[in-house]
């Protein structure tokens, strides 16, 4: 008799279960005449600045007349949102999805660059951390230029390890505003602050070579003056070979 009950009072509560779920299915479900009221632009995995503007991905869905406010649900049709969005250069991925309450979501999950090359042959574009190249447009995008003797393998093998690194670090970030790529593929860097060069050599050891250069930067240089040489040299190892003015 007990086993009965306890069975009973189970079935009961599955039931329930079953006709809460079914009721707020029914009531959240809206019609497909329902107009939508408003589109919203979620960015993901974004911790600064973001390259994708909202403006321009609605002007994007105007100009392909599939933007969906003032639409009913049954003319919307996210997946045509989501090809025609997926060609902004700075857009990885996008999704594109009715909400319960009849509204447009867009969640964008961005490209990021690290470097603007800009190449001794006229080449003009970004690299992301994914080794994708972006054609250069007309987005204002504060990162390291690239200038010099640079082909797409050589940005990619031996510039994207490096802006990694200068990415990686507040102190690079804030001092390095220019690399450049000399005719033996040697690397320089052009800091933000001094009247000088800071010559690395080849792109091997980067991680090192920038470790024993920020140690000369923040102990050495504050005592001797900034601008007290025209060129610093960390190609080699145990040594830096500074050129004065």
Known sequence: MKKLK?????????????YLIATLTIFNKKPDTHICQA?????????????VQSKALLRILANHKIYPVGKKLKDINTRAMEKA??????????ECYITAIGNVNIEVYERIPLLHIMGDNGT?????????FILAGNEAIHLPVATGNITEEFAKKELLP???????????????????????????????????????GKAEHL????????????????VVGWNKYSRINIEFDNQIICTKK
Not at 85 to 94: I, Y
Not at 207 to 222: H, I, M, S
């Open 207 to 222: 991680g090192e070579k920038l470790q024993k250069l920020e140690k000369f930067y923040t102990k050495a240089l504050p």
């Open 39 to 51: 589109v919203s632009i979620i960015y993901k995995g974004i911790e600064k600045e973001k390259h």
């Open 124 to 132: 003009d574009y970004y690299i992301d951390k994914d080794s994708n």
């Open 6 to 18: 306890l069975l009973f009072l189970f079935c009961l509560l599955l039931g329930c279960i079953a």
């Open 162 to 200: 490096l802006a990694e690194l200068l990415q990686a670090s507040p102190f690079w970030q804030a001092q390095v505003q220019q690399i450049h790529v000399t005719a033996k593929k040697e690397l320089e860097l052009v800091p933000r602050v001094g009247e000088h060069i800071l010559f690395l």
């Open 85 to 94: 969005l997926h060609r902004h250069p700075f857009v990885r991925k996008v």
